[in-house]
């Protein structure tokens, strides 16, 4: 998510809309399901940081795993592996690739195929309603959709995508300015979520998220027309600023002293990525100055090469 964040919550762009600028980062989550033969003691087998055998789907311990074939309404006996990329509850937004990628996975099971939009509509239900999560649209769009996106949301509970038309070249300069790095610390989101919700529908941050929205509308015409990267970055920093305000502890004093270091040494701007926290930090930095911040920050222990991923989920 590079503008908008926070305009994404159905609690704001139902009444307001909203207005994200996002990309698919070409890290994956490897889902892998097939149906079970009835000659084990269990009736599926569910793999992924731990190993789950269950006799009956209701007691899955995987929320999402157990959601989406509750919402699919999935009696056969199932073996799914998962395999990621990327940490957990690191705000890239993982979490709703698994949930897209477990819905699409079973569909493909089914033999059924589904576009892009019903997949996202279906990981939204999913999370929103079936798991009653506190999140937010746009990562369960990019996931499904691929590509640099921008997306309008509302008024009302409705939204489209719009593909970014760019030159190749003004892509991958994007790319190259991005710097992603994983501070170390995992989190769940959900209470920084929750937070942020009830601080929209009481309108303690009504004044805040309207500039967010108006940055993000500005940082949209600026990518449209391929504008300086180092005035996108200068948005962004003025973003960030305005969304680590949405909800208290979004942003800790050890990632303010670890943003305004990466913006003495070289960075235009930048953000914590997610609800809020932990997880990635990135950057829009000049790459000539990409050592000089990776040297400046020793706690970020892993720098994640940024590639735009155009395809969405996928069946392969």
């Known amino acids: 998510s590079f503008f908008g964040g926070g305009t994404d919550y159905n609690a704001w762009f139902e009444e307001h809309g909203g207005v994200v600028l996002a990309a698919a980062i070409a890290r994956y989550c490897y889902i892998s399901v097939r149906r079970l033969p009835p000659f084990f003691d269990h009736k599926s087998r569910i793999v992924y940081s731990v190993i789950e055998s269950v006799s009956d789907h209701a007691k899955i311990q995987h929320p999402a795993v157990r959601g989406c074939l509750n919402y699919l309404k999935f009696d056969d006996g199932l073996e799914i592996h998962h395999d990621g990329d990327l940490p957990a509850r690191s705000g890239i937004g993982s979490s709703s690739s698994f ?55 509302g008024p009302g509970n409705k939204w489209e995508t719009q593909e970014l038309l760019a030159s190749d070249g003004y892509l991958e300069s994007i790319e190259q300015h991005v710097l992603m790095g994983f501070s170390g610390i995992s989190r769940t989101a ?14 303690k941050t009504t004044p805040e998220l ?40 979004l942003s800790l004093d050890w990632g303010d002293d670890l943003y305004e270091t990466g913006l003495r040494n070289g960075a235009f701007g930048g953000k914590l990525m997610g609800a809020g926290g932990g997880g990635f930090f990135f950057f829009l930095a000049p790459p000539y100055r990409h050592e000089a911040i990776k040297e400046a920050l020793p706690r970020i222990k892993v720098w994640v090469p940024f590639k735009i991923d155009h395809s969405g989920s996928r069946v392969i």
Not at 111 to 117: E, F, N
Not at 121 to 129: D, G, P, R
Not at 192 to 200: M, Q, R, S, W
């Open 99 to 153: 949930t897209v990628g477990l819905l699409h996975a079973l569909h493909g099971l089914r033999a059924r195929l589904v576009d892009k939009r019903e997949l996202a509509e279906q990981a939204i239900h999913v999370e929103q309603v079936v798991l009653q999560e506190s999140v937010g649209v746009q990562d369960q769009i990019m996931a499904a959709c691929g590509g640099f996106q921008i997306l309008e949301l």
């Open 190 to 203: 959900d209470k920084h979520a929750k937070d942020t919700i009830d601080n929209i529908r009481v309108g």
């Open 210 to 249: 309207m500039e967010i929205q108006a940055i993000a509308s500005e940082a949209v015409k600026l990518v449209k027309r391929q504008g300086n990267i180092e005035d996108l970055g200068r948005l962004l920093d003025k973003s960030w600023r305005l969304k680590r305000q949405l909800a208290d502890g």
